[in-house]
């Protein structure tokens, strides 16, 4: 029923507060809709609102790109990268051409990162690893060879300075294709779309204006949350600076090489078409920027 709160999905790293800070303190109404606010890891979320267990959320590129028919995206809105993203990591003891038939663990957390690092693995550098899969958090049997890292645990382990060789994905990305790459979208489901079109728009917006706001609180925000991820103030902000809340015409781009390459590769049935809600009224625009 439309009395009932939106459940709006929310990943827990210190990459998301930008979006949601302004919001939570108060700063932001969403002025007469109901939130539901539902935490928990970008896989989590990835199930979730494909199987109508939320209405909203930030979800994986990957999770867009294979449910593009069920999902419009939210406009002007991402976590992304144009050059270093910092939290998103291939770390190896070992070159990474040496890493054929080896162990390489790979987080159950992040879909788009996994897919992206065996597009570098097995298609750039012509190599099979074997994959074992992990949750963050969780302990390992060993100390791997090589390992994906996403989120706070990769601005941990970068810090930490224990593998030699360290790849930043969205920098690899942006050395290769010269785009910026889109880790995270914001999507909303059809359904929901089609049934509370008023409701989907204010809380665009209320997101929309808390990101702006929250990217001119990132100082405040580094003093406040930089210990999440065993960072310096400097270092947090640093970090936060790095990345790309707004979904630009560049991202979106970058995001569609992205989709075309895996569709080449066969990892998503047909080729995602790029469709957002239309914030100012109206029908979600297809195959466009707002």
Known sequence: MKSDAIRLGKVEYLN???????????LVHCNGVRVEVVSGTPSTLNRMLS????????????????HHRNYL???DLCI???????????LSRVPLEKLDGSDVWITKSSLTSSTLVRFILEKDLG???RYRLFKLGEKKECSPDAMLLIGDEALRERKANRYPYVVDL???WYEKHGLPFVFAVWCVRNEVWQDRPTE??????????SRDMGNSLLEEISQNHHDQADLSEEECLEYLRGLSFNLT???????????????????VPEEPRVRFVEVEGGQGTQDGHR
């Open 127 to 129: 190599i099979s690893p």
């Open 170 to 172: 969205a920098q690899y």
């Open 80 to 90: 992304g990268a144009v050059r270093e993203v910092k939290s998103v990591l291939f």
């Open 73 to 75: 995206l939210l406009p």
């Open 16 to 26: 998301t507060i930008p979006v949601y800070y302004a919001w939570e303190k108060g």
């Open 249 to 267: 015409p560049k991202h979106v781009e970058g995001m569609r090489l992205f989709f075309k390459l895996l569709t080449q590769r066969n990892l």
């Open 51 to 66: 199987q109508g267990e939320l209405d909203v959320s930030v979800v994986s590129s990957v999770e867009y790109a294979v």
């Open 200 to 209: 989907v728009r204010q809380l665009c917006r209320t997101l929309l204006d």
